[in-house]
Antibody, heavy 117, light 108 residues
Framework: EVQLVQSGAEVKKPGESLRISCQAS????????IGWVRQMPGQGLEWLGI????????KSNPSFQGRVVFSVDKSLSIAYLHWNNLEASDSATYYC??????????WGQGTTVIVSS | EVLLTQSPGTVSLSPGERATLSCRAS???????LAWYQQKPGQAPRLLIY???SRAAGIPDRFSGSGSETDFTLTISRLEPEDVGVYHC?????????FGPGTKLEIK
């Protein structure tokens, strides 16, 4: 079965660092882009960017550039989303999703991040 | 950047009725780059339609997509209670992905 399984919910303080993960299985991880999408409470979907696991090529939403970093571990078939300096406004649910050319066909279950002092 | 608007914001219909959801792009886009997702309460989004009119794997034929250039439509015929949720349209192009604000579908 093709699936993406994300790491569990996180509660962090402003200024802290965080890395959340997205474990892929059931397909060739290196062959498909992985995208990251943010959903703030009660709001719509916002695209953060995508990464191609084979060569770590990334494309980012300019609105989030400098705020988040994308990386992968090909050997483990895991994609990561990093923050170096969390802010309260980063509180949201974050989804990873497999990109097939122009859409996202497989989604992770989401990781909720709460940033609060 | 392509901006997407969706209407109506919320729609409330009865089981068995037809839902017509609209997605309008700020500029002409290729049909190939327009997709629709369903997001049920508390769940991740699920791909329904890609390429404006192609159903994703496992999606019932009650769901259909149409449209071109700036105006796209998702139609759900014969609504069922399980169709409740938010429906998002999405454009993928110019090295950028954008989502519409979503249409909330309520079932009476």
């Amino acid at each position: 079965e093709v699936q993406l399984v994300q790491s569990g919910a996180e509660v962090k303080k402003p200024g802290e660092s965080l890395r959340i993960s997205c474990q892929a299985s059931g397909y060739s991880f290196s062959s498909y882009y992985i995208g990251w999408v943010r959903q703030m409470p009660g709001q719509g979907l916002e695209w953060l960017g995508i990464i191609f696991p084979d060569d770590s090529e990334t494309k980012s939403n300019p609105s989030f550039q400098g705020r988040v970093v994308f990386s992968v571990d090909k050997s483990l078939s895991i994609a990561y989303l990093h923050w170096n300096n969390l802010e309260a406004s980063d509180s949201a649910t974050y989804y990873c999703a497999r990109s097939v050319t122009t859409s996202f066909d497989i989604w992770g279950q989401g990781t909720t991040v709460i940033v609060s002092s | 950047e392509v901006l997407l608007t969706q209407s109506p914001g919320t729609v409330s219909l009865s089981p068995g009725e037809r839902a017509t959801l609209s997605c309008r792009a700020s500029q002409r886009v290729s049909r190939s780059y327009l997709a629709w997702y369903q997001q049920k309460p508390g769940q991740a989004p699920r791909l329904l339609i890609y390429g404006a009119s192609s159903r994703a794997a496992g999606i019932p034929d009650r769901f259909s997509g149409s449209g071109s250039e700036t105006d796209f439509t998702l139609t759900i015929s014969r609504l069922e209670p399980e169709d409740v949720g938010v429906y998002h349209c999405q454009h993928y192009g110019f090295s950028r992905v954008t989502f519409g604000p979503g249409t909330k579908l309520e079932i009476k």
